[in-house]
T-cell receptor
Framework: LAKTTQPISMDSYEGQEVNITCSHN???????ITWYQQFPSQGPRFIIQ???TKVTNEVASLFIPADRKSSTLSLPRVSLSDTAVYYC??????????FGAGTTVTVRA | NAGVTQTPKFQVLKTGQSMTLQCAQD?????MSWYRQDPGMGLRLIHY???????DQGEVPNGYNVSRSTTEDFPLRLLSAAPSQTSVYFC???????????????FGPGTRLTVL
């Protein structure tokens, strides 16, 4: 079972880029890396998913190096509304996975 | 579309009581799952289903039962509530199964359960 490790918290200011790195040392060949965002009193919301190299969508980018032992979620030009908990998880094909403890990102004015 | 709905939003139980947490989705998703979220531990998978009539255990299934008689509904039953089951429970659904099940799970708003 792939286990993920990510920082507990990060602080940033409006307009800055936030990069959250997640380590997943025992990721399997066919596993995907997925990120979710959660606001207080809400369920998590899918942000982005990737398998290798780089994936970009309208809200974030995901960078995955060749060895795939880590990945970095990049949030460009954050605003106060990006304050949330961000979860990295490795998607396996046996369903018996859990989200990690998450990274609390606080954006200040 | 209402998406994923959960009832109730809040519930207080006494030790030993039983109850059912309701979850429904109107997106015709095959995959549905239940998680519990505890402080500092993220979300842990309790049970999941890849379609009507099919359920399986996740990481922390003890003390919980599920059934999937229809595509839309996936209730979670607490058989005999214990204080250790105090948590926030989330139901989620996804349009596909297999590896793609986690591509984009849609989560409900959660049920906050307290067991005294």
């Amino acid at each position: 079972l792939a286990k993920t490790t990510q920082p507990i918290s990060m602080d940033s200011y409006e307009g800055q880029e936030v990069n959250i790195t997640c380590s997943h040392n025992n990721i399997a060949t066919n596993d995907y890396i997925t990120w979710y965002q959660q606001f207080p009193s809400q369920g998590p919301r899918f942000i982005i998913q990737g398998y290798k190299t780089k994936v970009t969508n309208e809200v974030a980018s995901l960078f995955i190096p060749a060895d795939r032992k880590s990945s970095t979620l990049s949030l460009p030009r954050v605003s106060l509304s990006d304050t949330a908990v961000y979860y990295c998880l490795v998607v396996t094909n046996d369903y018996k996975l859990s989200f990690g403890a998450g990274t609390t990102v606080t954006v200040r004015a | 579309n209402a998406g994923v709905t959960q009832t109730p939003k809040f519930q207080v139980l006494k030790t030993g009581q039983s109850m059912t947490l309701q979850c429904a989705q109107d997106m015709n998703h095959e995959y549905m799952s239940w998680y519990r979220q505890d402080p500092g531990m993220g979300l842990r998978l309790i049970h999941y289903s890849v379609g009507a009539g099919i359920t399986d255990q996740g990481e922390v299934p003890n003390g919980y039962n599920v059934s999937r008689s229809t595509t839309e509904d996936f209730p979670l039953r607490l058989l005999s509530a214990a204080p250790s089951q105090t948590s926030v429970y989330f139901c989620a659904s996804s349009y596909s199964t297999g590896l793609a099940a986690y591509n984009e799970q849609f989560f409900g708003p959660g049920t906050r359960l307290t067991v005294l």
